[in-house]
């Protein structure tokens, strides 16, 4: 494999911090452009119920995927491929996920219905990116006391 896709392991945690963060803030941006449409008292309901799914999401599911994520990048040599961040099942799970969502968009409904799922999902994302922001800043000043 090429050397130049290799980069120190604790870029990993961030390289995936920042897919999680920007993922969760497109779906979350999503689901705000949606609610527009909608009543204030509606919008409020729905994104209260999206934030409450997001959360059970986050501490149910996504808590171990990320735990998981995190021991498998620890697991890795010091010099690690760029697109190590996620596993092959990762890239799997992320194209199954993107094609889903064009399926829901371009079905015959309104689309506010969507800022439910979106909201969950895009804040259990948020809330898990939090995990390897914080593994990346313990590597990085753990690298910085060995210096």
Known sequence: MLNVLHVPRKWLFLLAGITWTFVGIM???????WAEQMTVTYVIVLEMIGITLASL?????????????ITRIHSLPTKANVFAF?????YIMIGIMISMGILLRSLPFPKYYLSIPYT?????LLMG???FYWQYSLALSTSQRNQ
């Open 120 to 124: 969950a999902m895009g804040g259990a």
């Open 129 to 131: 990116s939090v995990q």
């Open 86 to 90: 996620t596993p092959l099942r990762g």
């Open 57 to 69: 999401g986050y501490f149910f599911g996504f808590a171990r995927i990320v735990k998981r994520n």
């Open 27 to 33: 779906l979350c941006s999503r689901a705000i452009l």
